[in-house]
Protein backbone atom coordinates (compact mmCIF):
# COMPACT_ATOMS: atom_id res chain seq x y z
CA UNK A 1 0.00 0.00 0.00
CA UNK A 2 0.89 3.28 -0.58
CA UNK A 3 -0.07 6.57 0.75
CA UNK A 4 -0.69 8.30 -2.83
CA UNK A 5 -4.56 8.83 -3.25
CA UNK A 6 -6.28 6.11 -5.68
CA UNK A 7 -6.25 7.68 -9.23
CA UNK A 8 -10.31 7.48 -9.04
CA UNK A 9 -12.24 4.91 -10.68
CA UNK A 10 -13.90 6.87 -13.48
CA UNK A 11 -11.67 10.31 -13.81
CA UNK A 12 -13.30 13.21 -15.28
CA UNK A 13 -12.37 14.28 -18.46
CA UNK A 14 -11.92 17.92 -19.74
CA UNK A 15 -9.70 18.53 -22.04
CA UNK A 16 -9.06 16.15 -25.62
CA UNK A 17 -6.56 15.11 -23.73
CA UNK A 18 -7.61 13.56 -20.85
CA UNK A 19 -10.19 12.17 -23.44
CA UNK A 20 -7.33 10.84 -25.09
CA UNK A 21 -6.06 9.06 -22.48
CA UNK A 22 -9.16 7.65 -21.13
CA UNK A 23 -9.96 6.43 -24.60
CA UNK A 24 -6.21 4.87 -25.11
CA UNK A 25 -6.89 3.36 -21.53
CA UNK A 26 -10.16 1.90 -22.74
CA UNK A 27 -8.66 0.48 -25.77
CA UNK A 28 -5.32 -1.04 -24.12
CA UNK A 29 -7.88 -2.65 -21.36
CA UNK A 30 -9.88 -4.32 -24.51
CA UNK A 31 -6.84 -5.25 -26.24
CA UNK A 32 -5.91 -7.20 -23.36
CA UNK A 33 -8.57 -9.11 -22.32
CA UNK A 34 -9.44 -10.05 -26.33
CA UNK A 35 -5.91 -11.50 -25.98
CA UNK A 36 -6.77 -13.08 -23.05
CA UNK A 37 -10.01 -14.48 -24.69
CA UNK A 38 -7.98 -15.51 -27.99
CA UNK A 39 -10.07 -13.02 -29.95
CA UNK A 40 -8.80 -10.02 -32.04
CA UNK A 41 -9.52 -6.81 -30.73
CA UNK A 42 -10.44 -5.68 -34.21
CA UNK A 43 -13.67 -7.56 -33.33
CA UNK A 44 -15.05 -5.73 -30.53
CA UNK A 45 -15.93 -2.06 -30.84
CA UNK A 46 -15.91 0.55 -28.69
CA UNK A 47 -19.14 2.26 -29.02
CA UNK A 48 -18.47 5.55 -26.41
CA UNK A 49 -22.21 6.14 -24.15
CA UNK A 50 -22.20 9.98 -23.93
CA UNK A 51 -25.71 9.87 -22.05
CA UNK A 52 -25.70 13.51 -19.57
CA UNK A 53 -22.65 14.90 -21.11
CA UNK A 54 -23.33 18.06 -23.07
CA UNK A 55 -22.31 19.13 -26.39
CA UNK A 56 -19.06 21.28 -25.40
CA UNK A 57 -17.36 18.01 -23.67
CA UNK A 58 -18.53 16.10 -26.23
CA UNK A 59 -16.97 18.05 -28.95
CA UNK A 60 -13.48 17.66 -27.20
CA UNK A 61 -13.81 13.80 -27.09
CA UNK A 62 -15.17 13.88 -30.90
CA UNK A 63 -11.70 16.09 -31.13
CA UNK A 64 -9.81 13.13 -29.13
CA UNK A 65 -11.10 10.19 -31.62
CA UNK A 66 -14.84 9.75 -30.14
CA UNK A 67 -16.89 8.99 -33.29
CA UNK A 68 -19.39 5.82 -32.46
CA UNK A 69 -21.72 7.55 -29.94
CA UNK A 70 -24.47 5.88 -27.43
CA UNK A 71 -27.19 7.46 -26.07
CA UNK A 72 -30.05 5.67 -23.99
CA UNK A 73 -32.84 8.48 -24.02
CA UNK A 74 -34.09 9.57 -27.70
CA UNK A 75 -34.50 12.97 -27.10
CA UNK A 76 -31.06 13.76 -25.74
CA UNK A 77 -29.75 12.24 -28.03
CA UNK A 78 -31.66 13.98 -31.23
CA UNK A 79 -31.03 17.39 -29.87
CA UNK A 80 -27.27 16.52 -29.53
CA UNK A 81 -27.40 14.77 -33.48
CA UNK A 82 -28.87 18.31 -34.18
CA UNK A 83 -26.68 20.59 -32.45
CA UNK A 84 -23.50 18.14 -33.65
CA UNK A 85 -24.70 17.98 -36.96
CA UNK A 86 -21.40 19.17 -39.02
CA UNK A 87 -19.26 16.57 -37.17
CA UNK A 88 -18.75 13.10 -38.13
CA UNK A 89 -20.35 11.00 -35.63
CA UNK A 90 -22.60 7.53 -35.72
CA UNK A 91 -25.81 7.81 -33.27
CA UNK A 92 -26.69 4.69 -31.51
CA UNK A 93 -29.79 4.55 -29.75
CA UNK A 94 -29.66 2.05 -26.63
CA UNK A 95 -32.20 2.90 -24.35
CA UNK A 96 -35.74 1.77 -24.25
CA UNK A 97 -38.15 3.80 -26.88
CA UNK A 98 -41.96 4.16 -26.80
CA UNK A 99 -43.34 3.14 -30.33
CA UNK A 100 -44.52 7.20 -30.54
CA UNK A 101 -41.19 8.20 -30.63
CA UNK A 102 -40.38 5.72 -33.35
CA UNK A 103 -39.85 8.80 -35.68
CA UNK A 104 -37.39 10.63 -33.86
CA UNK A 105 -35.05 7.49 -34.37
CA UNK A 106 -35.91 7.50 -37.91
CA UNK A 107 -35.07 11.66 -38.13
CA UNK A 108 -30.89 11.32 -36.83
CA UNK A 109 -30.33 7.10 -35.54
CA UNK A 110 -27.57 5.03 -37.30
CA UNK A 111 -28.39 2.38 -35.29
CA UNK A 112 -31.02 1.32 -32.53
CA UNK A 113 -30.03 -1.13 -30.23
CA UNK A 114 -32.84 -2.02 -27.79
CA UNK A 115 -35.47 -3.41 -30.37
CA UNK A 116 -38.16 -5.33 -27.73
CA UNK A 117 -41.16 -5.74 -29.21
CA UNK A 118 -42.36 -6.47 -32.27
CA UNK A 119 -45.31 -3.26 -32.25
CA UNK A 120 -42.33 -1.19 -32.14
CA UNK A 121 -40.51 -3.04 -35.30
CA UNK A 122 -43.68 -2.72 -36.98
CA UNK A 123 -43.51 1.55 -36.08
CA UNK A 124 -40.10 1.77 -37.44
CA UNK A 125 -40.10 -0.05 -40.30
CA UNK A 126 -43.39 1.91 -41.34
CA UNK A 127 -41.67 5.54 -40.34
CA UNK A 128 -38.46 3.57 -42.17
CA UNK A 129 -39.99 2.48 -45.85
CA UNK A 130 -41.53 6.20 -45.57
CA UNK A 131 -37.96 7.55 -45.30
CA UNK A 132 -36.43 5.16 -47.83
CA UNK A 133 -33.75 4.13 -45.63
CA UNK A 134 -33.03 1.31 -43.48
CA UNK A 135 -31.45 0.98 -39.96
CA UNK A 136 -28.90 -1.11 -37.85
CA UNK A 137 -30.81 -2.69 -34.83
CA UNK A 138 -29.74 -5.03 -32.02
CA UNK A 139 -32.60 -6.94 -30.25
CA UNK A 140 -32.24 -6.61 -26.90
CA UNK A 141 -32.79 -9.54 -24.63
CA UNK A 142 -33.53 -9.71 -20.59
CA UNK A 143 -30.74 -12.20 -19.30
CA UNK A 144 -30.71 -11.24 -15.95
CA UNK A 145 -34.50 -12.21 -15.45
CA UNK A 146 -34.76 -8.97 -13.44
CA UNK A 147 -38.64 -7.86 -13.35
CA UNK A 148 -37.40 -4.51 -14.09
CA UNK A 149 -34.89 -5.13 -17.05
CA UNK A 150 -36.21 -3.70 -20.40
CA UNK A 151 -35.95 -6.72 -23.43
CA UNK A 152 -37.38 -10.09 -24.09
CA UNK A 153 -37.11 -13.07 -22.46
CA UNK A 154 -34.28 -15.41 -24.07
CA UNK A 155 -37.14 -18.46 -24.67
CA UNK A 156 -39.09 -15.69 -26.74
CA UNK A 157 -35.97 -14.44 -28.60
CA UNK A 158 -35.91 -16.82 -31.14
CA UNK A 159 -39.23 -16.73 -32.35
CA UNK A 160 -39.15 -12.61 -32.01
CA UNK A 161 -36.08 -12.92 -34.65
CA UNK A 162 -38.32 -15.02 -36.80
CA UNK A 163 -40.79 -12.23 -36.93
CA UNK A 164 -38.30 -9.37 -37.47
CA UNK A 165 -37.69 -11.27 -40.77
CA UNK A 166 -40.42 -9.67 -42.76
CA UNK A 167 -39.40 -5.95 -41.80
CA UNK A 168 -36.54 -5.40 -44.67
CA UNK A 169 -35.82 -1.66 -43.35
CA UNK A 170 -34.55 -3.44 -40.14
CA UNK A 171 -30.87 -4.78 -40.73
CA UNK A 172 -30.58 -6.95 -37.16
CA UNK A 173 -27.14 -6.73 -36.46
CA UNK A 174 -27.21 -8.87 -32.98
CA UNK A 175 -28.31 -8.96 -29.75
CA UNK A 176 -27.79 -6.34 -27.18
CA UNK A 177 -28.17 -7.36 -23.54
CA UNK A 178 -27.48 -5.64 -19.52
CA UNK A 179 -25.73 -7.80 -17.08
CA UNK A 180 -27.31 -8.19 -13.63
CA UNK A 181 -25.72 -5.56 -11.47
CA UNK A 182 -23.93 -7.04 -8.58
CA UNK A 183 -19.89 -7.46 -7.77
CA UNK A 184 -20.49 -11.39 -7.97
CA UNK A 185 -18.56 -11.81 -11.67
CA UNK A 186 -20.02 -15.46 -12.12
CA UNK A 187 -23.59 -14.25 -12.66
CA UNK A 188 -22.50 -11.06 -14.30
CA UNK A 189 -20.46 -13.76 -16.90
CA UNK A 190 -23.65 -16.12 -16.80
CA UNK A 191 -26.11 -13.27 -18.21
CA UNK A 192 -23.53 -12.79 -20.99
CA UNK A 193 -23.26 -16.73 -21.66
CA UNK A 194 -26.98 -16.62 -22.37
CA UNK A 195 -26.91 -14.30 -24.58
CA UNK A 196 -24.00 -15.52 -26.44
CA UNK A 197 -25.78 -19.00 -26.79
CA UNK A 198 -28.89 -17.78 -27.82
CA UNK A 199 -27.14 -15.83 -30.67
CA UNK A 200 -25.43 -19.18 -31.69
CA UNK A 201 -29.16 -21.06 -31.90
CA UNK A 202 -30.46 -17.50 -34.16
CA UNK A 203 -26.98 -18.48 -36.28
CA UNK A 204 -27.52 -22.07 -36.23
CA UNK A 205 -31.18 -21.34 -37.52
CA UNK A 206 -30.26 -18.31 -40.00
CA UNK A 207 -31.83 -16.01 -38.28
CA UNK A 208 -29.20 -13.13 -37.33
CA UNK A 209 -27.09 -11.60 -40.11
CA UNK A 210 -23.51 -10.97 -38.83
CA UNK A 211 -24.23 -11.68 -34.98
CA UNK A 212 -22.86 -9.65 -33.36
CA UNK A 213 -23.07 -8.94 -29.28
CA UNK A 214 -23.69 -5.93 -27.66
CA UNK A 215 -22.71 -6.10 -23.68
CA UNK A 216 -20.50 -5.12 -21.71
CA UNK A 217 -20.20 -1.45 -19.82
CA UNK A 218 -17.44 0.48 -17.89
CA UNK A 219 -17.92 -2.05 -14.89
CA UNK A 220 -17.83 -5.50 -16.97
CA UNK A 221 -16.74 -4.66 -20.45
CA UNK A 222 -13.73 -6.98 -19.73
CA UNK A 223 -15.52 -9.93 -18.99
CA UNK A 224 -18.10 -9.47 -21.75
CA UNK A 225 -15.21 -9.69 -24.27
CA UNK A 226 -13.71 -12.79 -22.70
CA UNK A 227 -17.68 -14.30 -23.06
CA UNK A 228 -17.71 -13.17 -26.67
CA UNK A 229 -19.20 -9.40 -26.95
CA UNK A 230 -18.24 -8.05 -30.33
CA UNK A 231 -19.63 -3.95 -29.08
CA UNK A 232 -18.69 -2.87 -25.47
CA UNK A 233 -21.11 0.11 -24.62
CA UNK A 234 -18.79 1.88 -22.35
CA UNK A 235 -20.00 5.59 -20.78
CA UNK A 236 -18.02 6.67 -17.19
CA UNK A 237 -14.83 5.05 -18.05
CA UNK A 238 -14.64 7.66 -21.10
CA UNK A 239 -16.45 10.69 -19.92
CA UNK A 240 -16.40 10.34 -15.82
CA UNK A 241 -18.06 8.87 -13.34
CA UNK A 242 -21.97 10.11 -13.97
CA UNK A 243 -24.10 12.10 -11.11
CA UNK A 244 -27.31 10.99 -12.38
CA UNK A 245 -28.25 7.60 -10.68
CA UNK A 246 -28.56 5.03 -13.25
CA UNK A 247 -32.02 4.41 -11.71
CA UNK A 248 -33.15 7.28 -14.03
CA UNK A 249 -32.33 4.90 -17.05
CA UNK A 250 -32.92 1.15 -15.76
CA UNK A 251 -36.48 1.64 -13.88
CA UNK A 252 -36.07 -0.56 -10.57
CA UNK A 253 -32.40 -0.31 -10.52
CA UNK A 254 -31.46 0.55 -7.21
CA UNK A 255 -27.53 1.49 -7.25
C1 LIG B 1 -25.36 4.18 -19.62
C2 LIG B 1 -25.41 2.91 -20.39
C3 LIG B 1 -24.23 2.17 -20.65
C4 LIG B 1 -22.86 2.60 -20.16
O1 LIG B 1 -22.74 2.55 -18.78
P1 LIG B 1 -21.37 3.09 -18.11
O2 LIG B 1 -21.45 2.65 -16.71
O3 LIG B 1 -21.41 4.57 -18.26
O4 LIG B 1 -20.27 2.50 -18.88
C5 LIG B 1 -24.34 1.00 -21.37
N1 LIG B 1 -25.54 0.57 -21.85
C6 LIG B 1 -26.69 1.25 -21.62
C7 LIG B 1 -27.95 0.72 -22.18
C8 LIG B 1 -26.66 2.45 -20.91
O5 LIG B 1 -27.80 3.12 -20.71
Redesign the pocket.
Known sequence: MTDQPARPQYPHAESVEDFALNIADVRARIAAAAERAGRSADEVRLLQ?S?TVPEERLLLAIQAGATDL?E?KVQEAKRKAENLADQDVRWSV??HLQTNKAKDVVAFADEFQ?LDSIRLADALDHRLQAAGRGLDVFVQVNTSAEESKFGLEPADTLAFLEELRHRDSLRVQGLMT?ALFTSDTERVRECFRILRDLRDQARERDLIGPGGLSMG???DFEAAIEEGATVV?????IFGA?STP?SE??PGFAG
Open positions: VKGNIGALMSGRVGQARDYW
